[in-house]
């Protein structure tokens, strides 16, 4: 297992590799309305922790020791990072969220208007499936790009995360059931993390029962990454967070510690930690430590 700096030191070198892909993700060639681009781009480059990418890279290097693994699996990591970008861009217009600032900044909308915001989404959105392709230009087998994009178009879709924003848009306090808000929290977010993971397997190689071993460790990972969420808008530090804390509260919006208690979302949060571990050291992977360390990671996370 990794020092807890060890991973920090991964953590910020994978980020750092990752955004220089994401700067050169669109290319300079084609004819795009410079406000459009600027858009696209300004919210692509805002920061932030870049897990979803960061997962692809190390399902990628852990399914087998293959030298190229993360090389190849950078397009599929800009992708998700894209679709992830385009899903907050949307989330914070003001018929959603109506967010003003997110990471730190202003939102899209409140920079460029929010017809441009829109465009920039739809932009980054497709440009996602295009990205992938680029995957099986450096080296990836067609058939674990195709089942790649086919994944992408459903997590990140109807059944997946757009069904997940369109319940959690349907919900409210008082009416929404913990059974609808596990829903929504397993497609909203943890469909995300569940792509990422299989994406990053797949270019590695594996069989289909670690497929199978991983994406119940995503779906567990992911679920907990949320509920972990519920709880620092609650008591975060906004500073930490770049966002407004309670924001959850205040938009009457039902959360795991509105519905269970601090206490008791704090220790499920453990507990799904603890079952996407046990998940994935019965993938039975070459090298699981860095996935382990990230679930580790995350369950003490402050931001």
């Known amino acids: 297992m990794r020092t807890s ?4 030191d991964y953590l910020a070198r994978s980020v750092l590799e990752i955004e220089a892909a994401l700067k050169a993700s669109i290319p300079e ?3 795009i309305p410079p406000a459009l681009r600027e858009s696209m781009m300004y919210s692509l480059e805002a920061g932030g922790k870049r897990l979803r990418p960061i997962l692809v890279l190390s399902a990628a290097e852990a399914v087998k020791q293959q030298e ?23 989330d914070d217009l003001p018929a959603m969220d109506n967010d003003d600032y997110r990471r730190g900044k202003p939102t899209n909308h409140k920079v460029y208007g929010e017809a441009m915001a829109i465009l920039a989404g739809d932009g980054l959105l497709t440009h996602a499936f295009y990205a992938v392709t680029r995957a099986a230009g450096l080296g990836a087998p067609p058939e674990a790009a195709l089942a790649i994009i086919a994944d992408l178009a459903r997590l990140a879709g109807a059944p997946g995360m757009v069904g997940g924003q369109a319940a959690d848009i349907l919900g409210e ?17 943890s469909d995300l993390i569940v ?7 797949r270019i590695g190689g594996a069989a289909p029962q670690q497929l199978d071993a991983l994406q119940l460790f995503a779906r567990k990972l992911g679920l907990a990454f949320q509920i972990q969420d519920d709880i620092l808008d609650l008591i975060g530090d906004e500073a930490k967070l770049g966002k407004p804390v309670q924001s959850d509260v205040e938009q009457h919006k039902v959360t795991y510690p509105y519905l269970i208690g601090l206490e008791k979302s704090e220790a499920l949060v453990e507990q799904l930690t603890g079952e996407a571990k046990q998940a994935l050291a019965d993938a039975k992977l070459a090298m699981p430590d860095t996935l382990h360390d990230i679930a580790e990671y995350l369950m003490r996370r402050d931001h």
Not at 173 to 189: A, D, R, W
């Open 29 to 31: 060639e084609w004819d």
């Open 68 to 90: 190229r693994a993360r090389e190849i699996a950078m397009p599929v990591a800009c992708a998700i990072e894209m679709i992830h970008t385009y899903s907050l861009i949307h």
């Open 195 to 201: 792509f990422s993971v299989l994406a990053g397997a």
């Open 5 to 8: 700096l060890a991973l920090a």
């Open 173 to 189: 306090q008082g009416v929404t059931s913990l059974e609808e808000l596990e829903y929504i929290h397993l497609h909203k977010t």
